[in-house]
């Protein structure tokens, strides 16, 4: 212990050498190794200071905090402060809108990092810090980032200076400075807390106090706590005798009124807390944490510190050689070093500050349970507790983050890795998680976070490259043909898998038993009018299409992405086709797929009625049909979205071609879609319009005989309108109950994507074709001033 002094009053010992620093406080020595002036310090600034710093932006890295004045404040390195500053949470950062109150001989309310300082005293003390040791503490919890000589761990909080330490005060006719009793402190907590009532003052040994009164009369000394300075933390670095019961009753008090209670152990070097407040620090129902102290190293207990001992509420922070703010007045310096287990509870004080800023709506009980199961364990547990305090382990997320769908914290939830909204290829997906914005959601502790859910948005882009990917796949695969024109059958089988291929070749006699087709096209004309056929994942239930359709599916982008079935790409399924002639130029045809839906996800049942008429040059396709899915909509997936998502959608399209001579052609296609969406959980949703255009302009015999040239524009599909009304996760209340905002969500994509493509196609007698294409893309993926430009080779080889 350092500085320290004994008292004798009445044959009673009542501050203890070992135990105190300034009668009744832990810690406060001066530095082992003092930077210089009385007390130690140095780094004496002016009467003006820098505005406070900017916070670095959302998502900076660790090092946007490490400034001088945090590596100046040497406690907030060990703790790994600078880490968890830059961990996103979705409150305030800093401390901010929370008050810490400092129960300590006071704080010095000139100095000029405590320019927002409130400042209680109590009695007829004045209110000044003539001591140094509180505002040493009141810098290590709260001191302003601001650019210059330090900065508290809870650097946005606001110090609320508690002076429960008398100056000067007369024992039994002995003088002694700096002293505080159990009715002091017991003031200072009830204020602290809230709590105003008026309390009866007794001495060290339980005697009550007394006064003269003006007519000479003796009257019992009493203090009026002041309700005003209430904070949401407190620290008390100090230690006093409490034979009435009256600091565990105050701190009992504090803890119904849900005030975190934070108290160093005492500089003994022995087993366990040396006085109240902290021998209480158990009794309390998880509100209050006793704070043992760390050497320079992080790593080992301080040599004076007391260990935790049986206490189970119980952490270690650095509490040697710590550099905080003092009072000119007092120590010549506005900056100077002490050591001692008061200045290691402020570290914690600060913290729990934080993270009642970070964590909003959590209860209070709560933060003290995380602050201490994510200390760092570097030892025994009778000896540091839980471990050393760490910033970055407390500010980020404990086990698996979720997005919580039920009423509580602990109610239904869905994984955050499960949430996603893939757009399918109207871009409405995307749409929805842009609009729902910043979401809460939750670690395993029920701890809330802020997450940009625009991010789980995937682009309708996706469909495009994959578009490209399939023209210009290089894949060689077999392919089985069988036609009979006198029986009116046309079977196509393709296998599309490379090790089946490999297998096929690799035999003597190149059976083809030996190849598993895994896409098969069967069709049976049972007379000149009448047709019927089956596919197996033979691509999209398209209908009769005709010239428009062949030429936009030479293109680069492929067919799909300029119709609006909402399954343009199927999955597993079968697809089965009657068609009849209707007349010598009209053919009908109807079709029903069932199959998987949209990416795998759920099942769609298509039926579709179409219709193609010849006359002369002139060819029109008509289509009207309905898709029912499960588990997608419109094509979008809405992971965590919304649950039981089901769908009905309508459309009709029509495409018109017309063969202008033997080399020239034109041709034009328009699709529309009304969509309506079931489904449950956070999304609901109201009815979706989609639609897609396209035109194409062929010329054959460019160059030679056997070329074609086609030109192709489109717009591709996209929803046009549409809403969804999306509860989304907003805060947590301190009982656990989860609050959603309604927000309104657009589901049409903020721009609509056009496409311009060119296919210059050369064909061969042998079987062989070469296409040479390219591409440009406006407001690519539906993404206002987006622009996609490509180009491919492909050749085709039968054999």
């Given at each position: 212990?350092?500085?320290?002094?004994?008292?004798?009053?009445?044959?009673?010992?009542?501050?203890?050498?070992?135990?105190?620093?300034?009668?009744?406080?832990?810690?406060?020595?001066?530095?082992?190794?003092?930077?210089?002036?009385?007390?130690?310090?140095?780094?004496?600034?002016?009467?003006?200071?820098?505005?406070?710093?900017?916070?670095?932006?959302?998502?900076?890295?660790?090092?946007?905090?490490?400034?001088?004045?945090?590596?100046?404040?040497?406690?907030?390195?060990?703790?790994?402060?600078?880490?968890?500053?830059?961990?996103?949470?979705?409150?305030?950062?800093?401390?901010?809108?929370?008050?810490?109150?400092?129960?300590?001989?006071?704080?010095?309310?000139?100095?000029?990092?405590?320019?927002?300082?409130?400042?209680?005293?109590?009695?007829?003390?004045?209110?000044?810090?003539?001591?140094?040791?509180?505002?040493?503490?009141?810098?290590?919890?709260?001191?302003?980032?601001?650019?210059?000589?330090?900065?508290?761990?809870?650097?946005?909080?606001?110090?609320?200076?508690?002076?429960?330490?008398?100056?000067?005060?007369?024992?039994?006719?002995?003088?002694?400075?700096?002293?505080?009793?159990?009715?002091?402190?017991?003031?200072?907590?009830?204020?602290?807390?809230?709590?105003?009532?008026?309390?009866?003052?007794?001495?060290?040994?339980?005697?009550?106090?007394?006064?003269?009164?003006?007519?000479?009369?003796?009257?019992?000394?009493?203090?009026?706590?002041?309700?005003?300075?209430?904070?949401?933390?407190?620290?008390?670095?100090?230690?006093?005798?409490?034979?009435?019961?009256?600091?565990?009753?105050?701190?009992?008090?504090?803890?119904?009124?849900?005030?975190?209670?934070?108290?160093?152990?005492?500089?003994?070097?022995?087993?366990?807390?040396?006085?109240?407040?902290?021998?209480?620090?158990?009794?309390?129902?998880?509100?209050?944490?006793?704070?043992?102290?760390?050497?320079?190293?992080?790593?080992?207990?301080?040599?004076?510190?007391?260990t935790c001992g049986a206490l189970f509420h119980c952490i270690s922070a650095p509490g040697e050689g710590i550099l905080s703010t003092v009072p000119?007045?007092?120590?010549?310096?506005?900056?100077?070093?002490?050591?001692?287990?008061?200045?290691?509870?402020?570290?914690?004080?600060?913290?729990?500050?934080?993270?009642?800023?970070?964590?909003?709506?959590?209860?209070?009980?709560?933060?003290?349970?995380?602050?201490?199961?994510?200390?760092?364990?570097?030892?025994?547990?009778?000896?540091?507790?839980?471990?050393?305090?760490?910033?970055?382990?407390?500010?980020?997320?404990?086990?698996?983050?979720?997005?919580?769908?039920?009423?509580?914290?602990?109610?239904?939830?869905?994984?955050l890795s499960a949430l996603q909204a893939t757009s399918g290829p109207g871009g409405a997906g995307a749409a929805l998680a842009a609009a729902t914005?910043?979401?809460?959601?939750?670690?395993?502790?029920?701890?809330?976070?802020?997450?940009?859910?625009?991010?789980?948005?995937?682009?309708?882009?996706?469909?495009?490259?994959?578009?490209?990917?399939?023209?210009?796949?290089?894949?060689?695969?077999?392919?089985?043909?069988?036609?009979?024109?006198?029986?009116?059958?046309?079977?196509?089988?393709?296998?599309?898998?490379?090790?089946?291929?490999?297998?096929?070749?690799?035999?003597?006699?190149?059976?083809?038993?030996?190849?598993?087709?895994?896409?098969?096209?069967?069709?049976?004309?049972?007379?000149?009018?009448?047709?019927?056929?089956?596919?197996?994942?033979?691509?999209?239930?398209?209908?009769?299409?005709?010239?428009?359709?062949?030429?936009?599916s030479s293109g680069l982008l492929g067919s799909d992405l300029s119709d609006v079935n909402p399954v343009p790409f199927s999955g597993d399924g079968?697809?089965?086709?009657?068609?009849?002639?209707?007349?010598?130029?009209?053919?009908?045809?109807?079709?029903?797929?069932?199959?998987?839906?949209?990416?795998?996800?759920?099942?769609?049942?298509?039926?579709?009625?179409?219709?193609?008429?010849?006359?002369?040059?002139?060819?029109?396709?008509?289509?009207?049909?309905?898709?029912?899915?499960?588990?997608?909509?419109?094509?979008?997936?809405?992971?965590?979205?919304?649950?039981?998502?089901?769908?009905?959608?309508?459309?009709?399209?029509?495409?018109?071609?017309?063969?202008?001579?033997?080399?020239?052609?034109?041709?034009?296609?328009?699709?529309?879609?009304?969509?309506?969406?079931?489904?449950?959980?956070?999304?609901?949703?109201?009815?979706?319009?989609?639609?897609?255009?396209?035109?194409?302009?062929?010329?054959?015999?460019?160059?030679?005989?056997?070329?074609?040239?086609?030109?192709?524009?489109?717009?591709?599909?996209?929803?046009?309108?549409?809403?969804?009304?999306?509860?989304?996760?907003?805060?947590?209340?301190?009982?656990?109950?989860?609050?959603?905002?309604?927000?309104?969500?657009?589901?049409?994509?903020?721009?609509?994507?056009?496409?311009?493509?060119?296919?210059?196609?050369?064909?061969?007698?042998?079987?062989?074709?070469?296409?040479?294409?390219?591409?440009?893309?406006?407001?690519?993926?539906?993404?206002?001033?987006?622009?996609?430009?490509?180009?491919?080779?492909?050749?085709?080889?039968?054999?």
């Amino acid at each position: 212990m350092h500085n320290s002094f004994s008292l004798t009053f009445r044959g009673a010992f009542v501050c203890l050498a070992p135990l105190l620093s300034g009668c009744a406080i832990f810690g406060g020595g001066s530095d082992p190794e003092p930077m210089g002036g009385a007390g130690g310090g140095g780094l004496v600034l002016g009467p003006t200071r820098p505005a406070l710093l900017p916070e670095p932006m959302l998502g900076s890295a660790p090092v946007a905090w490490l400034s001088r004045e945090y590596a100046n404040s040497n406690g907030l390195a060990l703790i790994s402060a600078a880490e968890g500053y830059a961990i996103r949470q979705q409150g305030a950062p800093g401390g901010q809108g929370r008050r810490v109150a400092i129960l300590d001989s006071g704080v010095d309310a000139t100095h000029p990092e405590f320019a927002n300082a409130e400042i209680y005293a109590f009695g007829y003390d004045d209110r000044r810090d003539l001591n140094g040791h509180g505002t040493h503490v009141a810098g290590t919890a709260t001191a302003r980032r601001d650019g210059a000589g330090v900065h508290g761990v809870a650097y946005n909080a606001q110090p609320v200076s508690l002076k429960v330490m008398r100056s000067v005060d007369v024992i039994g006719g002995v003088e002694a400075r700096f002293v505080s009793i159990g009715s002091d402190l017991a003031t200072g907590i009830l204020s602290a807390a809230g709590i105003g009532t008026t309390i009866q003052r007794f001495d060290v040994v339980g005697n009550p106090l007394l006064f003269r009164d003006a007519f000479g009369r003796l009257q019992f000394q009493t203090l009026t706590s002041n309700p005003g300075a209430r904070s949401d933390v407190m620290n008390m670095s100090l230690g006093v005798p409490d034979p009435r019961g009256q600091v565990f009753e105050a701190m009992s008090a504090a803890a119904r009124a849900g005030t975190i209670m934070v108290s160093a152990l005492g500089n003994d070097s022995r087993v366990g807390p040396s006085a109240a407040p902290g021998i209480y620090t158990d009794r309390l129902g998880g509100l209050a944490i006793g704070v043992a102290a760390l050497d320079p190293s992080g790593t080992r207990l301080a040599s004076f510190s007391n260990t935790c001992g049986a206490l189970f509420h119980c952490i270690s922070a650095p509490g040697e050689g710590i550099l905080s703010t003092v009072p000119a007045i007092v120590e010549g310096t506005n900056y100077g070093r002490k050591s001692g287990t008061s200045m290691a509870a402020p570290h914690v004080a600060g913290a729990a500050a934080l993270a009642q800023a970070a964590f909003p709506g959590v209860a209070p009980r709560d933060i003290v349970d995380r602050i201490l199961r994510t200390a760092d364990p570097i030892g025994p547990r009778q000896v540091f507790g839980f471990g050393r305090l760490n910033i970055e382990r407390l500010m980020a997320p404990v086990g698996m983050l979720s997005v919580p769908t039920g009423a509580t914290v602990t109610g239904a939830a869905v994984p955050l890795s499960a949430l996603q909204a893939t757009s399918g290829p109207g871009g409405a997906g995307a749409a929805l998680a842009a609009a729902t914005g910043r979401i809460m959601v939750l670690d395993s502790m029920g701890f809330p976070f802020a997450y940009d859910a625009g991010s789980r948005g995937v682009s309708p882009g996706q469909l495009t490259r994959q578009a490209l990917d399939d023209f210009i796949d290089l894949t060689v695969a077999p392919r089985m043909d069988v036609v009979s024109p006198e029986l009116g059958l046309r079977i196509v089988g393709i296998s599309t898998t490379d090790d089946q291929y490999r297998d096929w070749v690799r035999t003597s006699d190149h059976q083809r038993e030996d190849i598993t087709f895994s896409q098969m096209d069967v069709s049976f004309d049972a007379s000149d009018t009448l047709r019927f056929g089956f596919s197996s994942e033979a691509g999209p239930v398209s209908g009769l299409r005709g010239q428009h359709a062949a030429l936009v599916s030479s293109g680069l982008l492929g067919s799909d992405l300029s119709d609006v079935n909402p399954v343009p790409f199927s999955g597993d399924g079968n697809t089965f086709r009657m068609a009849f002639a209707a007349g010598n130029d009209t053919w009908l045809e109807t079709a029903f797929h069932e199959g998987d839906g949209y990416y795998g996800e759920g099942e769609t049942q298509t039926f579709l009625v179409s219709a193609q008429h010849r006359r002369g040059p002139f060819e029109m396709s008509l289509r009207l049909g309905q898709t029912d899915e499960t588990g997608a909509a419109a094509g979008a997936v809405y992971s965590g979205f919304a649950s039981d998502v089901s769908a009905q959608t309508v459309f009709t399209g029509v495409d018109l071609a017309w063969q202008a001579s033997d080399r020239v052609s034109l041709s034009a296609g328009y699709s529309v879609a009304q969509t309506s969406i079931d489904s449950g959980g956070l999304t609901r949703f109201g009815d979706q319009t989609s639609d897609a255009a396209s035109a194409a302009l062929s010329i054959g015999g460019v160059f030679s005989s056997n070329d074609r040239l086609t030109l192709i524009a489109a717009l591709p599909h996209a929803t046009r309108s549409g809403n969804a009304t999306v509860s989304v996760p907003q805060r947590r209340t301190p009982e656990g109950a989860v609050l959603y905002n309604e927000i309104s969500a657009d589901l049409a994509p903020q721009a609509r994507e056009k496409s311009l493509q060119a296919v210059y196609s050369l064909f061969s007698r042998a079987g062989r074709r070469l296409d040479i294409a390219g591409f440009t893309r406006f407001d690519a993926d539906h993404v206002q001033g987006a622009r996609d430009t490509g180009a491919a080779l492909r050749a085709t080889f039968t054999f």
